[in-house]
């Protein structure tokens, strides 16, 4: 407890209003905004003096500008010293890209980062800030076919906190329906009227869609169900997408996943949905680093075993998991999100202990789950990169423990309830 | 004293100390509390001063300072604003926000029945919409402004940030001078290129922070 300054009144030491007689009685600031506003007459004189630079510096410039142009880096030299200057989308600032060839599969939309790198020419250490003063404006723009069906979009460039490395971020949509040849281009304008352009090629491949169901493949059991994934994974390029659209039926035994992404979708049926009792179990991925889907699939267990044990890249969504040891475990060097999920007397509904993952995380929602009577929810006993991990809208009810985090994984628990 | 709102989300009510006589507003609401709790150790003439806050689980329990005045929502149902009126009121709102944006807070729910018109200044109120913004967030998918003032990245487009604020400021000064939202009608001249800077789409393209607008006005 604690005096109230005014009346002397006994309060409780986190108090910070005296209930006794009714004054505030914790320190405050008042805070005053920097007068970074300007008046009328101030930026007319402003305009002025900047108007008299502007014709000197447009003198100097009119002998001086030059144009440097590259395909995936491009040098810059002024008195102060030399730059590289190049454009990718991966975490590496010393690696050029003239060419991004990439597929679009049967996802509705794809994005992925154009990142401006700006390095010293000599040691390839980070020159973004001294670079950047000198530079007056920046453009980012996408040429592409006119008659594109959903042409690429971009958005502006800026710096960004998902690679504080890069100068400027654009971010760049588009879909399987987006047409190329197209070139990414980076503009800079410099305050000495030199301009830098840097491009980067893109070609996006339409990939092929397998469609498989009961009407066009046997799905009536796990051997049945295992042989088409074991011959579809032959048969399909590395980048195609492969869908099985499963029946509601139960499948009993365990199910291995070839080595191919393949997206099962479950089904409902009067009352009966697509259920596994023995789990299924992805193994660590040769090739590709594509995302398996799971949907609507409910999985059911004994109290022992793993319901979806995965070394690959995996999503669960819309799924429901009963009586498992572990529900789900993402393990080796993997990134697995789960979505909108059921998880309900589990030893472990949720389990990430994966280290060293080769490839940056996919998504960072763990949205929508339910997590009911589980001895432990959520493990988080290694987590690949440190990204913050939202958990909004679960719901956690009478888990023994809701989320152990001995990684201590930034996580945002905020939007989630705990009841 | 008297219930003066109640919602869905909580309700406020007007009380009295009884030996003091002072007047409080009470507020108690479902959601996230943080910004209150960190106007504890604020005072600024253009934000109620806030005495206490207890919160337990989603359930918040706020003691604020009554401000004595004209809600601008009322007001707005008999006349319009005058230019003149308009620029000294935006002026004490940019204030009232530098204060939440300063603190790394967002307000989320900037409308006409969330200022009051104290003597001759404006002081802003009610921040359950209010957060703190993450920068790292890559979206913000939950609904909590109110629809017509809430900016486009407020219904998932982007992370609401500081940009999300000046928008809304921006639909206020042309609902306060034309009584329309700008999709309808547009204030004229100077007030229009300031609101339809201020609610573009992109939020890169609005006003940097409530300062520049403030230095526009």
């Known amino acids: 407890m604690k005096k109230c300054p005014d009346c002397g009144a006994s309060i409780p030491e986190e108090a910070s209003f005296c209930p006794v007689c009714a004054s505030s009685i914790n320190q405050r600031r008042e805070p005053e905004p920097p007068r970074r506003y300007l008046s009328r007459k101030t930026v007319w004189m402003a305009a002025i003096l900047l108007l008299a630079a502007l014709i000197g510096a447009g003198i100097y410039a009119f002998n001086r500008p030059k144009v440097y142009e590259g395909a995936g880096e491009v040098f810059y030299s002024d008195s102060e010293g030399s730059y590289q200057l190049l454009t990718n989308y991966t975490l590496d600032r010393h690696e050029p890209m003239e060419l991004l060839d990439t597929a679009a599969g049967a996802e509705e939309r794809y994005r992925f980062p154009s990142y401006l790198y700006i390095n010293y020419a000599d040691s390839g250490i980070d020159a973004t800030d001294i670079f950047m003063e000198k530079v007056s404006s920046a453009d980012f723009e996408i040429l592409q076919p006119e008659d594109s069906k959903t042409p690429i979009k971009w958005s502006d460039p800026e710096p960004m906190d998902i690679n504080q490395e890069a100068a400027l971020i654009s971010l760049v949509d588009f879909t399987r329906e987006s047409k190329t040849p197209a070139q990414l281009v980076w503009t800079l304008h410099m305050d000495n009227g030199d301009t830098v352009k840097l491009s980067m090629d893109l070609a996006i491949t339409p990939t092929t869609i397998y469609d498989y169901n009961s009407e066009n493949a046997d799905l009536s059991d796990t051997a049945a169900l295992q042989a088409l994934m074991e011959r579809a994974a032959e048969e399909a390029g590395e980048r195609d997408t492969i869908n099985i659209y499963l029946p509601p039926v139960t499948y009993t035994e365990q199910l291995v996943v070839p080595d191919h992404a393949f997206n099962l979708i479950g089904s409902e049926e009067d009352g009966k949905r697509t259920t596994f009792t023995e789990g299924i179990r992805m193994g660590v991925p040769g090739k590709g680093y594509w995302i398996s889907y799971f949907t609507g699939i409910d999985f059911r267990g004994d109290g022992n075993g793993i319901g979806l044990s995965t070394a690959g890249r995996a999503w669960a969504k819309e799924c429901r998991f009963y009586n498992w040891k572990t529900a789900v475990l993402g393990y080796g060097s993997v990134w697995t999100n789960v979505t909108d999920c059921v998880f309900e007397d589990n030893g472990i509904g949720f389990h990430f202990n994966a280290r060293d993952s080769a490839y940056v995380a996919s998504d960072t929602h763990f949205t929508g789950n339910e997590f009911t009577g589980n001895d432990t929810a959520v493990f988080l006993e290694a987590v690949p990169t440190d990204v913050k991990m939202d958990f909004g809208q679960c719901v956690f009810t009478d888990n023994g423990a809701d989320i152990d985090n001995p990684d201590q994984q930034p996580i945002d628990i905020t939007q989630a309830i705990f009841q | ?217």
């Open chain 2, 1 to 217: 004293m008297e219930v003066m709102k109640e919602s869905d989300r909580g309700t406020v009510k007007l009380i009295r100390h009884r030996s003091t006589g002072k007047r409080f507003v009470l507020r108690s609401f479902q959601g996230n509390g943080e910004v209150y709790r960190e106007l504890l150790a604020y005072r600024s003439s253009r934000l109620p001063m806030i005495y206490e806050v207890a919160s337990e689980e989603d359930r918040n329990l706020v003691l604020e300072e009554y401000i004595e005045g004209d809600n601008m929502g009322t007001l707005l149902k008999e006349s319009l604003f005058t230019p003149k009126e308009t620029r000294k009121i935006v002026r004490d709102l940019c204030l009232a926000l530098w204060v939440l944006h300063s603190m790394g807070a967002v307000h989320r729910d900037v409308k006409p029945e969330n200022v009051m018109l104290r003597g001759g200044e404006a002081v802003l109120i009610d921040f359950d919409a209010a957060r703190f913004y993450k920068e790292e967030s890559d979206s913000d998918t939950r609904i909590l402004g109110t629809t017509g003032f809430a900016a486009p990245e407020q219904y998932g487009l982007s992370q609401s940030d500081t940009g999300a604020d000046i928008y809304a400021l921006g639909v206020l000064i042309n609902i306060m001078l034309t009584g329309s939202h700008p999709s309808q009608k547009l204030a004229p001249d100077k007030w229009g290129r300031i609101v339809t800077r201020c609610t573009q789409v992109n939020p890169a393209k609005r006003y940097k922070d409530v300062l520049h607008l403030l230095g526009e006005l």
